[in-house]
T-cell receptor
């Protein structure tokens, strides 16, 4: 029962470098999300997707891009990393509201700890 | 716009004592409410949820929460905590209409001491 898998778990980047975080889910969930977690600020939504081929901006989208080419995968890209992007990144997935399955909540991955120096 | 305020950033408590973690929300429409728990170096797990019906909801690990619409609150309680309850707890809200995006509070760190 893999659930939501995030890779890598840890990464250190230099300012200006680029990278892609991968999120994969095996629950056939329609919706997927990328959050960042910073001390004292809880989780803030970066981007989300309501289906294959669709993405939308969340609360803090600047400096990030996403793609959802396959239903099970949701990629988060940093084109030019900045120290302000040092954070723990969480991917999550859920059923769509149309299935009436909101009560299942979100399933979260275990996170990626990113440090930008 | 909806928002969530967790009134305590840290709550220290002794083992076997009762605990309450406070959560208030603001929204102009009906809401769904959730509590998630995050153990060290792990992702978030769903603890309990309020969707409709009874305002007192029970979750895993002996936790319960009460939805109070007039006070726009959804406080989490446990009558007797264990060392293993040490974790960070997040309250979250989703508006009842449209897309079910969750908005999280800043979190409350519960530290249970022997």
């Amino acid at each position: 029962n893999a659930g939501v898998t995030q890779t890598p778990k840890f990464r250190v980047l230099k300012t200006g470098q680029s990278m892609t975080l991968l999120c994969a889910q095996d629950m056939n969930h329609e919706y997927m999300y990328w959050y960042r977690q910073d001390p004292g600020m809880g989780l803030r939504l970066i981007h989300y997707s309501v289906g294959e081929g669709t993405t939308a901006k969340g609360e803090v989208p600047d400096g990030y891009n996403v793609s959802r080419l396959k239903k099970q995968n949701f990629l988060l890209g940093l084109e030019s990393a900045a120290p302000s992007q040092t954070s723990v990144y969480f991917c999550a997935s859920s059923y769509s509201i149309t299935t009436g399955a909101l009560g299942y909540g979100y399933t979260f991955g275990s996170g990626t700890r990113l440090t930008v120096v | 716009a909806q928002s969530v305020t967790q009134l305590d950033s840290q709550v220290p408590v002794f083992e076997e004592a009762p605990v309450e973690l406070r959560c208030n929300y603001s929204s102009s429409v009906s809401v769904y409410l959730f509590w998630y728990v995050q153990y060290p170096n792990q992702g978030l797990q769903l603890l309990l949820k309020y969707l409709s019906g009874s305002t007192l909801v029970k979750g895993i690990n002996g936790f319960e929460a009460e939805f109070n619409k007039s006070q726009t609150s959804f406080h989490l309680r446990k009558p007797s905590v264990h060392i293993s309850d040490t974790a960070e707890y997040f309250c979250a809200v989703s508006e009842g209409s449209g897309y079910n995006k969750l908005i999280f509070g800043a979190g409350t760190r519960l530290a249970v001491h022997p």
